[in-house]
């Protein structure tokens, strides 16, 4: 009987959300939303939710899942509207001022780790945004020394915010890769980067979801230069990597090809380029030899 009330309950609110997502989201998708949106209310879990009885909405709460839901039919990532996003265990806090994590970053940073698992290795994240890949590898790997690096000060705020949540130690400071040096003693033995790789032209493929939201700056290539970021970390990563050092990359899948020639080009070598779990080129890494 308990669990049946609280079924009911929920189940008019998901019936509300699919209903006013309907031209967003699949009904699954909605669904799942809705219960997201009523945990994040009631500040319980999906088994605690079933199981409250009676389960009944206060006027605040049910005007906090009116202003969730209005938000979400504006098409704003959920993300953004809890503030917050999952990624490889971890928590996040997010906003406009920083990509989502993804999924496929998440791939990126276990491929990393895989490599760096218990070593004592210095770590760059060159746009770190969230802070989400320097964060993790920080988690992953206590005994790496990692530091992080953004143009947006709005950003890095966001990235020193997770650190802190996570109670991970990574050094941040403003870095603009296309402009500025590193100290010249400044050495790493690993370099990743998640840079703005999706070009001006793929913006109308874009769901509003992201093209809306999300920001441009650690969006968005020139289609006359789609490599632009990959070349200049890549001319960094030769003037600080050390001797056997690796560069990892997430790339867009169109140019896994470039990137790798880029690489090799510039002198790198094991250079391999990674599919995702949807089998498409996503990561690529190098190594560089003094």
Sequence with gaps: ?????????????EDMFSKRLSSLYTEKEARELARICLQEVLSCSFSQLLMQSPLSLSDEQKSRIDNLLSRLTEGEPWQYVLGKADFCGLQ???SPSVLIPRPETAELVEWIASDCVGKKVSVLDVGTGSGCIAVTLAHLLPLARVSAVDVSDEALVMAERNAADNKCAVSFSVFDVLKDSLPIDAVFDVIVSNPPYVCNSERSDMHINVLGFEPSLALFVPDEDPLLFYRSIAHLALLHLADGGRVFFEINERFGCQVQNLLLDLGFCEVQVRKDLEGKDRMVAARFNA
Excluded at 2 to 7: E, I, L, M, S, Y
Aim: charged share 20%.
């Design 1 to 13: 009987m308990v669990k049946n009330r609280g079924t009911f309950v929920m189940r008019s609110i």
């Design 92 to 94: 996040f806090a997010v």
